[in-house]
């Protein structure tokens, strides 16, 4: 039996999504999160030792990160494969695109959109009065200097990526758009959000509309404003 941890409103929604997706039956452990300071609660540290959402368990294998976690369910539920292109050198091109978004979503892309919550907590952390304006003076020039525009970067990419191909991977969709869907939706919500993107804004709109996805939310809770892990 496969038994999901999973944390609420986190990146552990792609997992039961990926699942749902392939059809396959799942046990569904959840997870809240500490109401000041929105982190995982210690109890994940039972399951693995950095204490963090997803985990999976299959028999007695456990394995953590999401890209793992989807490449693993692919691999090894996925012979008709319908979320994960042929083998090489069928589609060499697909598979390659495949492999590249399913590592940048976290490799690359969600970094940005970390350090733009990081910097929103900094200007709403409590603190004493004199101190406030030089912590929003740096997160600020953070934001200017570099964040912003790491952002911006990364979401050009995705929407000139989205802007030839409909999916990530290429025609059809793949466990590379399921991992790719976070950054998008935690986009969504911080710094310029995706405002001038309508590529974008279709993509999420596009997945939204897939029964799996609504099957997973509806067994894991909706991902009102994503957060780490």
């Known amino acids: ?40 609660p210690p109890a994940l540290r039972e399951v693995h ?12 294998r456990v394995l953590a990160e999401s890209g793992a976690i989807l490449d693993y369910l692919a691999d ?4 008709a494969r319908v979320l994960s292109p042929p083998p090489l050198p069928a589609d060499a091109q697909e598979r390659m695109d495949y492999r590249y978004w399913l590592h940048y979503a976290e490799g690359s892309a969600m970094p940005p959109m970390l350090l733009t919550l990081v910097l929103s907590r900094i200007r709403s952390a409590p603190m004493p009065f004199f101190a406030r304006p030089i912590a929003r003076a740096i997160a600020d020039k953070a934001e200017k200097g570099f964040v912003g525009p790491q952002r911006r970067l ?38 310029d959000g995706l405002d001038d993107k309508p590529t974008l ?8 509309q897939r029964p799996g996805y609504q099957r997973a939310v509806a067994r894991g809770g909706s991902l009102d404003a994503p957060r780490g892990r």
Do not use: C
């Open 76 to 79: 090894r539920y996925d012979s």
């Open 49 to 60: 030792a950095l204490g963090k959402a997803p985990v999976l368990q299959d028999g007695t």
């Open 201 to 208: 804004r279709d993509f999420l709109r596009r997945i939204e």
């Open 1 to 40: 039996m496969i038994t999901v941890h999973h944390l609420e409103n986190s990146r552990s929604l792609r997992v039961l999504w990926m699942l749902e997706e392939l059809g396959l039956e799942y046990a569904l452990k959840q997870y809240p999160r500490d109401p000041k300071t929105l982190l995982a």
């Open 154 to 191: 990364h979401l050009e990419w995705m929407e000139r990526r989205l802007a030839d191909s409909p999916w990530f991977a290429g025609d059809r969709f793949t466990a590379a758009d399921i991992q790719m869907s976070f950054p998008i939706q935690a986009a969504a919500g911080r710094g």
